[in-house]
């Protein structure tokens, strides 16, 4: 059973940096592309596409909306998936997921993830 267990949300000004941490157990973690979603306020799905992803070697990709702010990372040796968010912006408070699948569902987006945490919110105040 895969489970995600999302950490390191919280409330911050603007400008300000978060880093979500993201462990990951019941699959072969350095193995599988791993990514970050999120849900706006107010919108009952999460984001299609993944703002950020990393492939089991190590390869990023970001989201236009995040891109030279947010960096994702892993640990294998830990099983957990990072997100580093800096510069934040009101724009980004949001429900954050991580996910773990395989890269072809990762690609397709968010409604082709098997397996989600419980997430963890960010609120970015102006």
């Known amino acids: 059973q895969v489970q995600l267990a999302e950490r390191g949300g919280g409330s911050v000004q603007s400008g300000g940096s978060l880093k979500l941490s993201c462990v990951v157990s019941?699959?072969?973690?350095?193995?599988?592309?791993l990514g970050w979603f999120r849900q706006l306020p107010g919108v009952v799905e999460r984001e299609l596409g993944a703002?950020?992803?990393?492939?089991?070697?190590?390869?990023?990709t970001y989201a236009d909306s995040v891109k030279g702010r947010f960096t994702i990372s892993k640990d294998n040796a830990k099983n957990t998936l990072y997100l580093q968010m800096n510069s934040l912006t009101p724009e980004d408070s949001a429900m954050y997921y991580c996910?773990?699948?395989?890269?072809?569902?990762?690609?397709?987006?968010?409604?082709?993830?098997?397996?989600w945490g419980q997430g963890t919110q960010v609120t970015v105040s102006s």
């Open positions: 703002i950020a992803g990393i492939d089991s070697d190590g390869t990023t």
């Open positions: 019941g699959l072969p973690f350095g193995d599988y592309c």
């Open positions: 996910a773990a699948d395989l890269c072809w569902r990762l690609v397709q987006g968010a409604e082709e993830v098997r397996d």
